[in-house]
């Protein structure tokens, strides 16, 4: 069975700052789909990146943008010029490639990040 | 777009009542799941669906029931509430294709008494 753990319960950070959430995982297949998922107060799950395990560049959007080490099994989401609605826990996820499509995704406990203004 | 949608979004039980919890998507999407989502524990899959007529336990079944008669409706019933099913439900859908993202809905907070 594939785990992911998210070692940091919580960070804060100040607004504009640059920030680094970790993420590891276990597995031991070698194509998957990996993740990141915001979510705000509000409860609502947003994908905020996902990655290919069969890629080897790192996936950026915008402001995000992660570093996969697919030897290390580990998977962190860097946050740059950090924004107040960036105040959010954040899961890390991992999924195999299906046979099926997107219903199988394993989840970490999360890291509950605060911008500080 | 109504996206997907799930009701109620708030829900007190007593222990030993039955309900269910409503999820609707309106894409058209054949892959639907529910998970609950439990403080220091993410989110864990409880049963999932890839088709009408198709489901498949997860992680934490135990407890609850699923069918799947129409590729929009996937509810999740609760057979006989416990203290222990107190959670934050979650709902998601997606197409059958790899790489592709899957759409939450907006949770139902329960609480058995």
């Known amino acids: 069975a594939q785990t992911v753990t998210q070692s940091q319960p919580e960070m804060s950070v100040q607004e504009a700052e640059t920030v680094t959430l970790s993420c590891t995982y276990d597995t031991s297949e070698n194509n998957y789909y990996l993740f990141w998922y915001k979510q705000p107060p509000s409860r609502q799950m947003i994908l905020v990146i996902r990655?290919?395990?069969?890629?080897?560049q790192n996936a950026t959007e915008n402001r995000f943008s992660v570093n996969f080490q697919k030897a290390a099994k580990s998977f962190s989401l860097k946050i740059s010029d950090s924004q107040l609605g960036d105040t959010a826990m954040y899961f890390c996820a991992f999924m195999t490639p299906p046979n099926f499509g997107n219903e199988k995704l394993t989840f970490g406990t999360g890291t509950r990040l605060t911008i500080i203004p | 777009n109504a996206g997907v949608t799930q009701t109620p979004k708030f829900q007190v039980l007593k222990t030993g009542q039955s309900m269910t919890l409503q999820c609707a998507q309106d894409m058209n999407h054949e892959y639907m799941s529910w998970y609950r989502q439990d403080p220091g524990m993410g989110l864990r899959l409880i049963h999932y669906s890839v088709g009408a007529g198709i489901t498949d336990q997860g992680e934490v079944p135990n407890g609850y029931n699923v069918s799947r008669s129409t590729t929009e409706d996937f509810p999740l019933r609760l057979l006989s509430a416990a203290p222990s099913q107190t959670s934050v439900y979650f709902c998601a859908s997606s197409y059958g294709r790899p790489n592709t993202e899957a759409f939450f809905g907006q949770g139902t907070r329960l609480t058995v008494v």
């Open positions: 990655q290919e395990a069969y890629k080897q």
